[in-house]
T-cell receptor, first 116, second 113 residues
Framework: DAGVIQSPRHEVTEMGQEVTLRCKPI?????LFWYRQTMMRGLELLIY????????DSGMPEDRFSAKMPNASFSTLKIQPSEPRDSAVYFC??????????????FGPGTRLLVL | SQKIEQNSEALNIQEGKTATLTCNYT??????LQWYRQDPGRGPVFLLL?????KEKRKERLKVTFDTTLKQSLFHITASQPADSATYLC????????????FGSGTRLLVRP
């Protein structure tokens, strides 16, 4: 398996523009997570899905952020409009179905976002 | 409030020595704890998981301990190598029925040849 795939790997945009980050989880994994990592705040969970359904979006910072998972092999995280403080590395992770939360998470390589 | 603390200062050791990293938490009673490794420009990679009823877990040169009384986990790398240089993150479950992990800020390990 190729692992979790994210695109683009790098994104530079101007304030006010829409940004869309993409993720393909590992085939067969039922859980998908979106994280944001910054020096100041570390790795923060934004939202996660189970079987394509959003379960917890309490980490989404503002209404400018939205995430979708139209099918088991694809998810997007959208920021509209983007702001300089959104600059960070965004990770997607997936994990196998499990009865409890002991399953390890497999992370993608991340998208480094810079908003000017 | 709930808090996870890892030493923000880099740990600098000589090759061959044992590296020990600390993860402390407050206002948590996690059922399990995980350790991840993160290299620059890459996503975290899972290393070990230890449950609250386990005192110690080993995998090759890695050893993790979990002291629920002290609210602390120690992560050891024996016979360290320069290739072990990376940032190491601990992660705890949220104590609820959710599927969420809370990550510490990580400790950077530098192993000198």
């Amino acid at each position: 398996d190729a692992g979790v795939i994210q695109s683009p790997r790098h994104e530079v945009t101007e304030m006010g523009q829409e940004v869309t980050l993409r993720c393909k989880p590992i085939s067969g994994h039922d859980y998908l997570f979106w994280y944001r990592q910054t020096m100041m705040r570390g790795l923060e969970l934004l939202i996660y899905f189970n079987n394509n359904v959003p379960i917890d979006d309490s980490g989404m910072p503002e209404d400018r952020f939205s995430a979708k998972m139209p099918n088991a092999s694809f998810s997007t995280l959208k920021i509209q409009p983007s702001e300089p403080r959104d600059s960070a590395v965004y990770f997607c992770a997936s994990s196998l179905r499990a009865g409890a939360a002991q399953e390890t998470q497999y992370f993608g390589p991340g998208t480094r976002l810079l908003v000017l | 409030s709930q808090k996870i603390e890892q030493n923000s200062e880099a740990l600098n050791i000589q090759e061959g020595k044992t590296a020990t990293l600390t993860c402390n938490y407050t206002n948590y009673s996690p059922a399990y704890l995980q350790w991840y490794r993160q290299d620059p420009g890459r996503g975290p990679v899972f290393l070990l998981l230890i449950r609250e009823n386990e005192k110690e877990k080993r995998k090759e040169r890695l050893k993790v301990t979990f002291d629920t009384t002290l609210k602390q986990s120690l992560f050891h790398i024996t016979a360290s190598q320069p290739a072990d240089s990376a940032t190491y993150l601990c992660a705890l479950d949220m104590m609820d029925s959710s599927y969420k992990l809370i990550f510490g800020s990580g400790t950077r390990l530098l192993v000198r040849p």
